[in-house]
């Protein structure tokens, strides 16, 4: 299986920018569809976006769209998450995720098999 490993979370104010990173080791990195997940305290995990294994295809949830950005680098196994225009509202921990398999790209926690630990992103007013 793949371990994943969640950072460059922190505080910012609002306006500002933070860009959040996902190493992944073991298994084969490009097979992974990856997802960006979020969680305030008592709420339930939130979709934040995805990119398909070959860095072809995106998705995002219309709250970020515009302002987020998920890229990925193979050869380094890592994705990462770039948070722009950042609003208090975006205070959250931020997860990375790994999906094998299947056509599209799932927006659903479940679909995903692997999780990284969580980075806290704290966006000041």
């Known amino acids: 299986q793949v371990q994943l490993g969640d950072s460059g979370g922190g505080l910012v104010q609002a306006g500002g920018s933070l860009r959040l990173s996902c190493a992944a080791s073991?298994?084969?990195?490009?097979?992974?569809?990856m997802g960006w997940f979020r969680q305030a305290p008592g709420k339930e995990r939130e979709f934040v976006g995805a990119?398909?294994?070959?860095?072809?295809?995106?998705n995002y949830a219309n709250s970020v769209k515009g302002r987020f950005t998920i890229s990925r680098d193979n050869a380094k196994s890592t994705v990462y998450l770039q948070m722009n225009s950042l609003t208090p509202e975006d205070t959250d921990v931020y997860y990375c995720?790994?999906?094998?398999?299947?056509?599209?790209?799932?927006?659903?926690?479940?679909?995903?098999?692997?999780w990284g630990q969580g980075t806290q992103v704290t966006v000041s007013s």
């Open positions: 073991g298994r084969t990195f490009s097979n992974y569809d």
């Open positions: 990119i398909s294994w070959s860095g072809g295809s995106t």
């Open positions: 995720a790994a999906h094998l398999g299947g056509s599209s790209l799932p927006i659903i926690e479940t679909a995903y098999r692997h």
